[in-house]
């Protein structure tokens, strides 16, 4: 007689984003030692993000959410030499929410202030499209709370440390250091730029 352990069972285990956080989670392994301190911080993140900050980004998630207009792709290719004649046909409808973010309930918008990102071609005004659910990785541009401040900055995990670099020479590179209070909001997935 074979018993059989192990493996998902169907419409076992929570349900995705009915967590503390309404997000998606991910298993990771801590040392014993050190899980009442993971879970302790959790709890001053939870109890940190204000009521009034939860409303702004669901807020946001839903001006994300709520712009269902599909928009005509062209299938001519835009020459930015010498000028073609377009074709005249549509090639499909684009939903620019599904382009943009294609993950609308953890995505959320900001608009930026500053020039500090201005060599990755992020400027002053522009509004990006930030997604929570992405994993803050180094190299990776992010929505970065240091302290209390907001800041769009590119993640760089070295061996040296962690640091938030600027792409302006103009700014210095931010070392993260043990004293620092960071919270990684999202992954900066798409900017808006207008003219």
Known sequence: M???HGGKRS???RKKGSGAFGEA???VRIPESQVDTVKQWLDNYKQNLSDASLQQLDALSGMVEEAEQLLPLYSHKVIAGFPSPADDFVEARLDLNEKLAPN???SFLLKVQGDSMRDAGIFDGDILVVDRSQSPQSGKIVIAALDGELTVKRLAIRQDGTFLLPENPDYPEIKVSEENDMVIWGVVTSCIHQF
Do not use: E, N, W, Y
Request: no cysteine; net charge positive; hydrophobic share 25%.
């Open 2 to 4: 074979t018993i059989g």
């Open 25 to 27: 989670t991910k298993v």
């Open 11 to 13: 419409g076992a285990g």
């Open 104 to 106: 609308r309930h953890s």
